[in-house]
């Protein structure tokens, strides 16, 4: 690899891409934000999560639906699919086409329009596409295929409530400091809405043990020691365990600012007694997806490079390089590349919490909660 820290690299990002800006490291390193929020994403649909997955939904509080808080990525229950053909006129495919066409085949009377485009007449495709909300689901679409003639759509249905939240945080540090000074209160809102997310709480006891309770139906509780808990809930068919579990995932990365997973400092402390599972994207990860698909990519993801590029010029027309937006294109070819190295990509994470787990322990736990009978059990 051409640079050996992620300083190097992002001081390379403002040279190459952002030397029109007042301050270029800084804008380089929001950008680097971008995108850990990119390779998680793009992780999850390596596993399979692409019809599960909502981008920025409103979670609400468990015991407390006054309070909601938009998270970087939900999974949700899926209770119907279907497929639908497009006609390609060259046009942006509509909600408004796509509930036209699913409205021949099962009634739709009790959904609302979203005004989303699932693709634009500029080939940005809109992540995780909600067309249309009921009281109690969600409508969205993905390409099942891209044709010349006509399209082939998945229309899937989720339920509101999810089983799983992903959220990234990075924080970087400027130069001359050694802590970026928006650190600990990244890692507390982030601690605040894994804390309040799930039934599963977390409990102290006085010799520092952590504990899990968690209240059935007649509001009797249960306790446990946490690992233990959380294991017997996701493993289990008891309803009143499952039906408010949100299983929390924290993804975190710094070059320095929250340290490594054998040297944490207060910030990453917090964090990995919050949620369920903190993961840590390691600088050696994150400079090799940069390297290889934005500063040295080779010809198959060149698109990758530009998609980025064009997002960031002094005279960008729009963003197609985010969770939300991304040229079409690039996501094939970043498709391709998670698909291809997608044992290298997991080894990029360092697991913080839980103790002695690994990654694959995270995808057959998420797998596990997706295949219970959610219909049943809410």
Not at 55 to 70: A, F, K, Q, T, W
Not at 322 to 337: C, E, G, I, P, R
Not at 341 to 362: G, H, Y
Request: aromatic content about 12%; charged content about 25%; proline content about 2%.
């Amino acid at each position: 690899m051409s640079y050996d820290s992620v300083d190097k690299l992002q001081n390379a990002l403002g040279e190459q891409v952002f030397h029109y800006t007042q301050d270029k490291k800084k804008a380089a390193g929001r950008a680097l934000g971008t995108m850990i929020e990119i390779i998680t994403y793009y992780l999850l649909k390596t596993w399979g999560f692409n019809n599960s997955t909502s981008i920025e939904r409103g979670l609400v509080e468990y015991g407390n639906e006054d309070i909601s808080h938009n998270v970087e990525y939900s999974l949700h229950p899926i209770i119907n699919e279907y497929e639908i053909s497009i006609v390609n006129d060259g046009n942006s495919i509509t909600s408004t086409k796509i509930l036209k066409e699913l409205g021949k085949k099962v009634s739709i009377s009790e959904f609302e329009k979203k005004t989303n485009n699932l693709i634009d007449k500029h080939k940005v495709l809109r992540n995780a596409c909600t067309i249309a909300e009921s009281n109690d689901t969600f409508l969205l679409t993905s390409f099942k295929s891209y044709g010349e003639i006509e399209h082939k759509l998945h229309v899937f249905e989720q339920l509101q409530k999810p089983y799983a939240m992903f959220e990234c945080k990075r924080v970087g540090v400027e130069e001359g400091t050694l802590k970026g000074p928006q650190t600990i209160e990244k890692a507390k809102q982030g601690a605040y809405v894994a804390r309040a997310a799930s039934s599963l709480q977390k409990i102290r006891t006085d010799n520092g043990e952590k504990y899990g309770i968690i209240y059935r139906s007649n509001n009797e509780p249960y306790i446990k020691p946490y690992s233990e808990l959380m294991e017997e809930i996701i493993y289990s068919n008891d309803s009143d365990l499952l039906k408010k579990f949100i299983l929390t995932v924290g993804v975190v990365s710094n070059h320095g600012n929250w340290f490594t997973a054998e040297n944490q400092n207060k910030e990453l402390k917090v964090l990995a007694q919050s949620y369920d599972w903190l993961i840590f994207l390691t600088d050696f990860g994150l400079a090799q997806f940069i390297d290889e698909l934005i500063l040295n990519p080779t010809f198959e993801f060149k698109c990758v490079q530009d998609a980025f590029k064009n997002s960031y010029t002094s005279d960008k027309k729009r963003n197609v390089f985010t969770k939300v937006k991304m040229d079409f294109d690039s996501d094939n070819a970043l498709l391709k590349y998670f698909a291809d190295n997608q044992r290298k990509i997991e080894n990029w994470f360092n697991i913080i919490a839980p103790d002695f787990k690994t990654i694959d322990d995270l995808k057959s736990e998420i797998i596990e909660l997706r295949s219970k009978n959610w219909r049943e059990i809410l």
